[in-house]
């Protein structure tokens, strides 16, 4: 009997879909608004954080050395630093490496090539280009060369400069831009979410309302609750799945069309590129929002008829 | 003798003493008290407001009394549990004045739809259906909807929808007030028909002519009390 209950919900929710259409239609069209909005939101948050992330990637600190350094020492500070928890990659760039980028930077300098021609001795020294997971963890990093400095060998230190200190406000202020921007992007997602739940039980509660005498005549023939209230809740996913779709199909001209102008905004990301990457993970996110919030909101609209 | 044959010696229905007062007005029903006896068919009458309807809510469990018990083959009605309740409501088949049918649903689902909640298989779905609605001359109607239908087409198929799982007991609230002559004629006819099967019929209306067409047991009430109950009763108000 299980199966065959199941079996005539399914059916039933699916007929009742088709069957109520201004309904049915209304309630989409709610759904799919709300849910486009929380692509949207889904779109905007990735956005934010790829140009967070790229210009993250702008930040790092280098520590340049003595230019007497022994090598062995640079690369057991290269070793350490890379065995740090908050270190994501260090680079060790050597004398005659940097002498290299110095003259390729100045290509056009005659002057500086000139000068640098006259000098018996390469005058530059070695440097490591540290970058950290977080912009906030530049701060422990320098402290952590700051003391591996006054502990280095015969009291002599082998780093000349950390350019961390000079650049140390703007990469605080960088780094609370980023703090902020994420916790105020969560928390528009949160409000928004918390208001996408609310349009669609609400919208759920009037579609269910119209249909209340209906619950109350299933009552009194005898249906169980079980049984007037899972066409409903089938119905209520069905608004979900198609509003889901309908939200998809909706990102394609939209992000199209937006692709330039987001590409010129957030540094290089194109929308639609994202859009059509992620396309798959997009519509699992919408349909599963969809069907859960149908299904649970019809759920919940639907208790308050069931007392007879 | 077996226990059904002496469970029909009892009345299929008792009402004992009930009162129902809504907020603090003026009571609904105060102090009814009567029974019915299995395969009886009895007509309620009275005023707008004497509380015919309010009884018969209280007989369905739609509500439940302030005082007072409703029996319904010895059992207390209002001491069922949930699961127990859906089983007591598909042994009534209930019929309204608003014919309360389903409206997105065809006449076949309508009927349908009783079926399943009594857990009846697609093949008597199948059998049964199409036969009902033969009994009440809408065989040619099977796949229209309540609102392609008639008054009176509605009417008997919500007594088909009534009557499909072969209920011990059939209530009637008003059935032909909004029906013609003829349409109530039919409906009357029907509801004699299920009597004289064997089903007990409760009925309540405002026509004078279907209660002393029917020359049964004739209950009147008036501001929530019973003041008569004829056996053979006329429409007295």
Request: net charge negative; charged share 20%.
């Given at each position: 009997m299980f199966w065959?209950?199941?079996?005539r919900i399914?059916?039933?929710?699916?007929?009742?879909?088709?069957?109520?259409?201004?309904?049915?239609?209304?309630a989409v069209l709610v759904m799919t608004v709300t849910l486009f909005v929380l692509g949207s939101l889904v779109f905007l948050d990735a956005m934010l954080d790829s140009a967070l992330g790229q210009i993250q990637s702008k930040v790092d600190i280098n520590v340049y050395f003595t230019v007497d350094a022994p090598e062995d020492a640079m690369m057991a500070m290269k070793d350490s630093l890379e065995a740090l928890p908050e270190t994501a990659s260090v680079d060790f760039v050597s004398r005659d490496e940097a002498v290299a980028e110095f003259t390729r930077k100045h290509a056009d300098d005659q002057l500086i090539l000139q000068a640098l021609n006259e000098l018996d001795d390469n005058p530059l020294g070695a440097h490591l280009n540290i970058r950290a997971k977080e912009t906030s963890q530049y701060e422990s990093i320098a402290r952590f060369l700051d003391s591996e400095n006054a502990l280095s060998s015969e009291g002599a230190?082998?780093?000349?400069?950390?350019?961390y200190f000079q650049n140390k406000t703007a990469i605080d202020k960088l780094s609370k831009i980023i703090t902020s921007v994420d916790a105020l992007s969560f928390a528009i997602l949160i409000i928004f979410i918390i208001i996408s739940i609310m349009i669609v039980f609400n919208t759920i509660r009037l579609a269910i309302y119209t249909s209340k005498e209906e619950i109350s005549v299933m009552q009194l023939v005898g249906a169980s609750h079980s049984y007037i209230r899972g066409p409903f809740i089938i119905e209520g996913m069905m608004y979900g799945f198609t509003s889901a779709l309908f939200a998809m199909v909706l990102?394609?001209?939209?992000?199209?069309?937006?692709?330039?102008?987001?590409?010129?905004?957030?540094?290089g990301t194109n929308?639609?590129?994202?859009?059509?990457?992620?396309?798959?993970?997009?519509?699992?996110?919408?349909?599963?929002?969809?069907?859960?919030?149908?299904?649970?909101?019809?759920f919940l609209a639907i208790k308050r008829y069931l007392k007879l | 003798m077996s226990d059904t044959e002496k469970s029909h010696k009892d009345p299929i229905i008792r009402v004992n003493n009930v009162r129902k007062i809504y907020m603090d007005s003026l009571p609904a029903l105060d102090g009814v008290s009567l029974s019915v006896d299995h395969k009886e068919f009895v007509s309620i009458v009275g005023h707008s407001g004497a509380g015919k309807t309010t009884l018969l809510k209280m007989i369905l469990a739609e509500?439940?009394?302030?005082?007072?018990?409703?029996l319904f083959d010895n059992t207390n009605i209002y001491e069922l549990k949930k699961k127990e309740m859906n089983k007591y409501r598909r042994r009534i088949g209930m019929v309204f004045q608003d014919f309360r049918l389903l409206p997105h649903k065809t006449a076949f689902e309508n009927i349908a739809f009783a079926m399943e909640a009594a857990g009846r298989t697609d093949e008597e779905i199948e059998s049964d259906v199409p036969h009902v609605l033969d009994l009440v001359d809408l065989g040619d109607?099977?796949?229209?909807?309540?609102?392609?239908?008639?008054?009176?087409?509605?009417?008997r198929l919500a007594i088909a929808r009534a009557i499909v799982n072969q209920p011990d007991l059939v209530i009637a609230d008003e059935p032909t007030g909004n029906l013609d002559p003829v349409n109530t004629h039919d409906i009357v006819q029907i509801l004699k028909k299920i009597n004289d099967l064997g089903t007990t019929v409760i009925l309540t209306t405002h026509n004078r002519g279907v209660v002393e067409s029917l020359n049964h047991r004739v209950i009147t009430m008036e501001n929530g009390k019973i003041v008569r109950d004829d056996s053979h009763g006329r429409y007295v108000i």
């Open positions: 065959t209950d199941t079996k399914i059916k039933t929710g699916f007929v009742s879909f088709w069957r109520n259409g201004v309904v049915t239609a209304a230190g082998i780093i000349d400069k950390i350019n990102f394609y001209p939209v992000t199209i069309w937006l692709g330039p102008f987001t590409e010129d905004f957030f540094g929308v639609f590129d994202y859009y059509v990457d992620n396309f798959s993970q997009m519509f699992l996110i919408l349909i599963l929002a969809g069907v859960v919030l149908g299904a649970i909101s019809s | 509500e439940f009394p302030s005082e007072g018990e409703i109607k099977i796949w229209n909807f309540p609102q392609e239908l008639s008054g009176g087409e509605k009417q």
